[in-house]
């Protein structure tokens, strides 16, 4: 038993030896992975996407105003009119923080010495909520001190000045289980998927039976579809799955179209499909194809938004993530679960979706019958 599992050890290392392209992609995985890692396991949050409601418009709000963007922690992008303008800009995700200064505000600064604000924040990633309700904070005390003592002359234990109240959406109590969630239902999606799809063509291809394929009377058309098929089904399975273990043990509340999120995650599939197809046009074995499909799926899961926020990473890998397929897939299962918002808000990433599909499904075709 054990001299003939050592020959088929010995027989593993000469084959691993013998493919160069394995090789070339299983020693720079760990490269890519270190590298990866070093740039986004990161939660340091700086120039969050802040909206401002100045419903007082005095000189003491935009002191106050003024004293949040320069912290570094809060870029004031829009100044709003109304609430109903900050939950459009909250559901789309580009506003991750509000601030709401009341009407009475510098009046209250300036008779009582105390006055209120609100601070809106994205519960949807935990990380980011937990980093803009600290800056909230510690923003508002910095410029409570700085109006106890150089303002009004007063000492430190009056306690005047800015008396912040901040307030989660989507997620109050920040659980990671309702950010954690969303995404691996996005994943499910995307890697197996892709990893079935590339090892169903070259299983063929290893074992010399995908030349009898093609000599049957089928198209290749039908023949991509045909072997596809199954596998959309079997995520489609998993997808389900996942999310009524997410909501019954979990606890994860779904907020919105549970038919809507099916029929995107229909559509991400296609994208998988067409990466994986085009994996296998590529690779000549099964290995081969498992690890060609692994190290694609670094960057997808390091530069999606996944593990790490997307706000803490350089603005070149911030760039770089708009040709992840995978940003997209997490923005529509995180806004649908979480946030309950439809195709209204996520169009542009369904539109994304769509072009990454028919991109990958074309060059697959026409690479695929190239190589035949």
């Given at each position: 038993?054990i001299?003939?599992?050592?020959?088929?050890?010995?027989?593993?290392?000469?084959?691993?030896?013998?493919?160069?392209?394995?090789?070339?992609?299983?020693?720079?995985?760990?490269?890519?992975?270190?590298?990866?890692?070093?740039?986004t396991a990161?939660t340091?949050?700086?120039?969050?996407?802040?909206?401002?409601?100045?419903?007082?418009?005095?000189?003491?709000?935009?002191?106050?105003?003024?004293?949040?963007?320069?912290?570094?922690?809060?870029?004031?992008?829009f100044?709003?009119?109304?609430?109903?303008?900050?939950?459009?800009?909250?559901?789309g995700?580009?506003?991750?923080?509000?601030?709401?200064?009341?009407?009475?505000?510098?009046?209250?600064?300036?008779?009582?010495?105390?006055?209120s604000?609100?601070?809106?924040?994205?519960?949807?990633?935990?990380?980011?909520?937990?980093?803009?309700?600290?800056?909230?904070?510690?923003?508002?005390?910095?410029?409570?001190?700085?109006?106890?003592?150089?303002?009004?002359g007063?000492?430190?234990?009056?306690?005047?000045?800015?008396d912040?109240?901040?307030r989660?959406?989507?997620?109050?109590?920040?659980?990671?289980?309702?950010?954690m969630?969303?995404?691996l239902?996005?994943?499910?999606?995307?890697?197996?998927?892709t990893?079935?799809?590339?090892?169903?063509?070259?299983?063929e291809?290893?074992?010399?039976?995908?030349?009898?394929?093609?000599?049957?009377?089928?198209r290749?058309?039908e023949?991509?579809?045909?072997?596809?098929?199954?596998y959309?089904?079997?995520?489609?399975?998993?997808?389900?799955?996942?999310?009524?273990?997410?909501?019954f043990?979990?606890?994860?509340?779904?907020?919105?179209?549970?038919?809507?999120?099916?029929?995107?995650?229909?559509?991400?599939?296609l994208?998988?499909?067409?990466?994986?197809?085009?994996?296998?046009?590529?690779?000549?074995?099964?290995?081969?194809a498992?690890?060609l499909?692994?190290?694609l799926?670094?960057?997808?899961?390091?530069?999606?938004g996944?593990?790490?926020?997307?706000?803490?990473?350089?603005?070149?890998?911030?760039i770089?993530?708009?040709?992840?397929?995978?940003?997209?897939?997490?923005?529509?299962?995180?806004?649908?679960?979480?946030?309950?918002?439809?195709?209204?808000i996520?169009?542009?990433?369904?539109?994304?979706?769509?072009?990454?599909?028919?991109?990958?499904?074309?060059?697959?075709?026409?690479?695929?019958r190239?190589r035949?």
């Amino acid at each position: 038993m054990i001299r003939r599992t050592l020959a088929i050890t010995r027989k593993e290392i000469i084959h691993i030896i013998r493919d160069p392209r394995s090789l070339v992609i299983m020693f720079m995985m760990p490269v890519v992975q270190l590298v990866l890692l070093g740039y986004t396991a990161t939660t340091d949050i700086e120039h969050l996407p802040t909206a401002v409601l100045d419903q007082d418009h005095t000189p003491q709000s935009r002191q106050l105003i003024d004293a949040y963007r320069a912290s570094n922690y809060f870029d004031i992008l829009f100044y709003l009119r109304s609430e109903d303008e900050l939950g459009r800009l909250m559901d789309g995700g580009r506003a991750k923080a509000a601030m709401i200064i009341p009407a009475g505000y510098g009046r209250d600064l300036t008779v009582r010495y105390q006055a209120s604000i609100a601070f809106v924040i994205d519960g949807s990633m935990p990380t980011v909520a937990t980093t803009a309700l600290s800056a909230a904070h510690t923003v508002a005390q910095a410029q409570s001190t700085a109006l106890i003592e150089t303002v009004y002359g007063l000492n430190i234990e009056d306690q005047a000045g800015v008396d912040v109240r901040p307030r989660v959406w989507y997620n109050p109590d920040m659980k990671s289980a309702n950010f954690m969630i969303p995404g691996l239902m996005a994943m499910i999606l995307q890697i197996q998927a892709t990893i079935f799809t590339a090892l169903s063509i070259a299983r063929e291809k290893e074992e010399g039976t995908i030349e009898q394929l093609i000599a049957t009377p089928l198209r290749s058309a039908e023949l991509i579809v045909g072997k596809a098929t199954p596998y959309v089904v079997v995520s489609l399975f998993n997808l389900i799955e996942v999310l009524l273990i997410g909501v019954f043990w979990f606890g994860v509340p779904v907020n919105g179209s549970v038919l809507l999120l099916l029929t995107l995650g229909v559509l991400a599939l296609l994208v998988s499909l067409g990466i994986g197809l085009f994996n296998s046009t590529i690779a000549n074995t099964q290995q081969e194809a498992i690890f060609l499909t692994f190290f694609l799926m670094l960057p997808f899961i390091f530069l999606s938004g996944f593990f790490f926020p997307l706000e803490a990473m350089p603005h070149v890998l911030q760039i770089i993530s708009y040709l992840i397929p995978l940003r997209y897939l997490l923005v529509i299962t995180r806004g649908i679960i979480l946030k309950g918002v439809g195709l209204g808000i996520l169009w542009d990433q369904a539109l994304a979706l769509a072009l990454f599909a028919t991109v990958m499904l074309a060059l697959a075709a026409s690479r695929f019958r190239k190589r035949l």
